[in-house]
């Protein structure tokens, strides 16, 4: 397949308004009232919206419970923190890679605030772990990622996706890049999230629960960026659109699914009360079909149709006004013109 082109800096031959997502003309000037993708500024605005500042939350009531905590409930923290700082880190600088890629420059523009999001989400394990452990420890926590078997295996899994498109970038790779993409924003969080809000169910730990659900609203809206460019890609490149690749987005999300479980049995398991390790099993499940659905694409799993964690519900933010966002399909998107701009 052919090797993708990288978007110029400038192109004096080309439109403001891209011609196509890869390998398109773009002059990569952004103007977001001359766009390709009616949903791009939308998303744009919500994610702006978002914004928020790690060291503005308090974290006194934090440093006052850590040492009531458990042992396993310190260490369980200590772990998923460990982990998130690897897959921020990692997101932030795949996020530019392929952005790299993106001939249109309002979805150039949308990858440069999810990486600066992903800055922001580092800040704020930093943030946290400087609030509650001496700076060996904090230091200590952020080599979690060389050392834990398990978390080898996970990080690996995506990197060597993301690694696969960067050596050698064609339209297939970028998109199975993708699909790690969604499975790391969009799947590898979330037995952390559970846990991070198992607890603030029980009372604690409320500043560090604050970061978790800001960082968890973020993440969705970078599902919906990178679902959306999945989708737009398979609509201007049907090539690409094959059951082989439908069958590759299950697969990979079968995986993905018992390396996520593995993870959530190691960290949480039925260990802690008000969850239990069957429980976590099914919610992954839930989560890998609900994504490859978003993605366009046949649920993996039999079942799982629901979030059987109801009470998650209470703690995840994901700005309902959009809740018709996947539903609508690429090919029945309106107008530029007809897109709410002047709402706005
Ligand atoms: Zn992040
Ligand atoms: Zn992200």
């Not at 369980?76 to 993106?102: N, P």
């Amino acid at each position: 397949m052919a090797e993708l082109q990288r978007r110029k800096l400038y192109d004096i031959t080309a439109p403001n308004r891209s011609t196509g997502i890869i390998g398109g003309q773009s002059s990569n000037i952004l103007n977001w009232d001359d766009g390709r993708f009616p949903w791009a500024y939308p998303l744009y605005k919500n994610m702006l919206r978002n914004f928020w500042i790690p060291d503005e939350v308090n974290m006194a009531g934090d440093v006052k419970q850590w040492p009531q905590l458990s042992e396993d409930e310190r260490d369980t923290f200590r772990k998923i923190i460990g982990l998130l700082a690897f897959l921020d880190s990692v997101q932030t600088d795949y996020s530019g890679k392929a952005a790299a890629y993106l001939t249109d420059s309002s979805l150039s523009a949308l990858m440069s605030v999810l990486s600066f999001q992903e800055v922001v989400h580092n800040q704020s394990y930093s943030y946290v772990l400087s609030s509650l452990v001496p700076k060996a420890e904090q230091d200590a926590i952020f080599e979690y990622w060389r050392d834990l078997p398990l978390l080898r295996d996970r990080n690996d899994f995506i990197a060597n996706g993301y690694a696969a498109f960067t050596k050698d970038p064609t339209p297939q790779t970028f998109l199975e890049s993708i699909v790690y993409d969604v499975i790391l924003e969009g799947l590898f969080f979330y037995c952390g999230f559970a846990f991070f809000y198992n607890m603030a169910r029980n009372g604690k730990m409320l500043g560090t629960n604050t970061m978790i659900r800001f960082i968890n609203r973020d993440e969705e809206l970078h599902v919906r960026l990178f679902t959306q460019i999945f989708r737009e890609l398979l609509a201007e490149h049907p090539e690409l659109d094959t059951a082989e690749n439908r069958e590759f987005v299950r697969e990979t999300f079968r995986r993905a699914a018992e390396l996520e479980i593995a993870w959530g049995r190691h960290i949480v398991g039925d260990r802690f009360d008000g969850i239990t390790a069957g429980e976590l099993d099914a919610y992954v499940r839930f989560m890998a079909n609900k994504r490859v659905h978003e993605l366009g694409i046949d649920r993996p799993f039999d079942g799982y149709r629901r979030n059987n964690l109801r009470w998650i519900k209470a703690y995840e933010d994901n700005d309902a006004g959009k809740t018709d966002f996947f539903e609508s399909r690429v090919t029945a998107y309106k107008k530029a013109s007809d897109n709410g701009f002047d709402e706005l």
